[in-house]
């Protein structure tokens, strides 16, 4: 490690762990990393429709994370930036935030709601104003569930004293900082559902017209703004350094394997089901079998199921079933993010393919290259949300 050298920090808040990169800021080197699970999962106050973490893990787990990097790397890191798993969102206090010695001072805040929160459901979704913004709300989305905690569980919104909300990210950025006002990017902002991105404002009329506490909303910065800089030395790392607004956990994923600003980028991960599977698909040379992978519905549609259509006595094999599921895996992307947006779009060179998913199962591979045929896709390493983060630290 030179000591000449500046660093960057990247922190990535995961759903259940938190990981850590050092990048050297001119070269993009990678110079060590580190995790920790979090084991932040609580009961929820409505049952198996609920997802909620408790924070106070969650920097717990970051506090080991920074404890794993050599002490002569944190005194270089000249910049931190912060991305984690976005949707979700906590309540809390700002004074108290701002008055917080480190990340192990107790502070008072709501549970995690996270991005799995199935509280808001199709027929609650109903009763709420529509957004002014491109993303169509969902459950999960962080404003849906203050609109549904603020309905149905007022106490927790107006009894404690909270007056600031964010996601997990905007949450360490404000402790790291020793903010009373929490400070978002554009991307997180818009996750939450009710912010117009042209615009750059939220939905606050439409909001407060409804009974939206509109005086939590946090403040909005474009992606790549400072937030604040470290309020205090934070073991070996120095203080007054900058910290960046808090990034989406999907674009630095992206940003961490992107080379060029016209490359598309698609990311799968693997499970060690997939790849035995995956052997099992490749005797069988073709699937006859329709099949809608959408167990979990889709963002823009939950009530979408998953289907198998055209079953037959003869093609139902354990391999020819699961080259059926890799090929409609694809077709759905490509549902989602055609061949003809990415073209038409003239800004598209060529798709970067990452995760173990793609690169290591051929099936997948190919499908991909036959739907997407007039673009030329690179194969290339998984994506990494901290060394993404850490990349949008600048000199």
Same mark, same amino acid.
């Given at each position: 490690?030179?000591?000449?050298?500046?660093?960057? !920090?990247?922190?990535?808040?995961?759903?259940?762990?938190?990981?850590?990169?050092?990048?050297?800021?001119?070269?993009?080197?990678?110079?060590?990393?580190?995790?920790?699970?979090?084991?932040?999962?609580?009961?929820?106050?409505?049952?198996?429709?609920?997802?909620?973490?408790?924070?106070?893990?969650?920097?717990?787990?970051?506090?080991?994370?920074?404890?794993?990097? =050599?002490?002569? +790397?944190?005194?270089?890191?000249?910049?931190?930036?912060?991305?984690?798993?976005?949707?979700?969102?906590?309540?809390?206090?700002?004074?108290?935030? +701002?008055?917080?010695?480190?990340?192990?001072?107790?502070?008072?805040?709501?549970?995690?709601? @996270?991005?799995?929160?199935?509280?808001?459901?199709?027929?609650?979704?109903?009763? !709420?104003?529509? =957004?002014? #913004?491109?993303?169509?709300?969902?459950?999960?989305?962080?404003?849906?569930?203050?609109?549904?905690?603020?309905?149905?569980?007022?106490?927790?919104?107006?009894?404690?004293? %909270?007056?600031?909300?964010?996601?997990?990210?905007? %949450?360490?950025?404000?402790?790291?900082?020793?903010?009373?006002?929490?400070?978002?990017?554009?991307?997180?902002?818009?996750?939450?559902?009710?912010?117009?991105?042209?615009?750059?404002?939220?939905?606050?009329?439409?909001?407060?017209?409804?009974?939206?506490?509109?005086?939590? !909303?946090?403040?909005?910065?474009?992606?790549?703004?400072?937030?604040?800089?470290?309020?205090?030395?934070?073991?070996?790392?120095?203080?007054?350094?900058?910290?960046?607004?808090?990034?989406?956990?999907?674009?630095?994923?992206?940003?961490?394997?992107?080379?060029?600003?016209?490359?598309?980028?698609? &990311?799968?991960?693997?499970?060690?089901?997939? &790849?035995?599977?995956?052997?099992?698909?490749?005797?069988?040379? #073709?699937?006859?079998?329709?099949?809608?992978?959408?167990? %979990?519905?889709?963002?823009?549609? =939950?009530?979408?199921?998953?289907?198998?259509?055209?079953? @037959?006595?003869?093609?139902?094999?354990?391999?020819?079933?699961?080259?059926?599921?890799?090929?409609?895996?694809?077709?759905?992307?490509? @549902?989602?993010?055609?061949?003809?947006?990415?073209?038409?779009?003239?800004?598209?060179?060529?798709?970067? +393919?990452?995760?173990?998913?793609?690169?290591?199962?051929?099936?997948?591979?190919?499908? !991909?290259?036959?739907?997407?045929?007039?673009?030329?896709?690179? %194969?290339?390493?998984?994506?990494?949300?901290?060394?993404? &983060?850490?990349?949008?630290?600048?000199?």
């Amino acid at each position: 490690m030179s000591k000449n050298h500046a660093y960057a !920090l990247g922190i990535d808040i995961g759903t259940t762990s938190v990981k850590v990169s050092v990048l050297d800021i001119v070269s993009q080197e990678t110079i060590c990393s580190a995790s920790q699970k979090s084991a932040a999962d609580t009961v929820s106050d409505v049952g198996h429709l609920g997802s909620e973490q408790d924070p106070d893990k969650i920097l717990h787990a970051l506090s080991e994370c920074i404890r794993k990097i =050599p002490p002569c +790397a944190q005194k270089q890191v000249e910049g931190i930036g912060v991305t984690g798993q976005m949707h979700g969102i906590m309540l809390w206090k700002g004074k108290e935030v +701002a008055e917080a010695t480190d990340l192990d001072t107790k502070v008072v805040t709501s549970p995690l709601y @996270t991005w799995m929160d199935q509280r808001c459901t199709p027929e609650f979704l109903a009763t !709420l104003p529509a =957004p002014s #913004s491109h993303l169509q709300l969902a459950t999960g989305h962080g404003c849906a569930t203050l609109f549904w905690l603020t309905r149905h569980k007022g106490e927790v919104v107006t009894d404690m004293g %909270y007056d600031c909300s964010g996601s997990v990210m905007d %949450y360490v950025v404000a402790r790291l900082c020793g903010l009373k006002k929490p400070v978002t990017s554009v991307q997180v902002a818009a996750s939450l559902g009710y912010f117009n991105t042209q615009l750059l404002s939220w939905n606050t009329g439409i909001l407060s017209e409804n009974g939206f506490p509109t005086d939590l !909303l946090e403040e909005v910065v474009p992606a790549g703004n400072v937030a604040g800089q470290l309020q205090r030395p934070w073991l070996d790392i120095q203080p007054h350094i900058p910290v960046y607004a808090a990034l989406g956990d999907i674009q630095c994923a992206f940003l961490s394997i992107l080379q060029d600003p016209h490359d598309a980028g698609f &990311a799968m991960s693997e499970t060690d089901i997939w &790849a035995k599977l995956s052997d099992a698909a490749m005797t069988s040379e #073709s699937c006859s079998l329709c099949i809608t992978p959408t167990l %979990y519905g889709e963002r823009h549609q =939950p009530s979408l199921k998953a289907s198998i259509a055209g079953i @037959t006595s003869s093609n139902t094999s354990l391999g020819e079933v699961f080259r059926g599921l890799c090929e409609s895996i694809i077709d759905n992307l490509h @549902t989602l993010m055609s061949s003809q947006v990415l073209t038409q779009s003239g800004h598209v060179k060529r798709i970067l +393919a990452s995760g173990s998913v793609i690169t290591k199962n051929p099936i997948v591979r190919s499908r !991909l290259e036959l739907v997407y045929k007039d673009i030329p896709i690179v %194969y290339g390493q998984s994506g990494d949300s901290a060394n993404g &983060a850490a990349k949008i630290v600048k000199l």
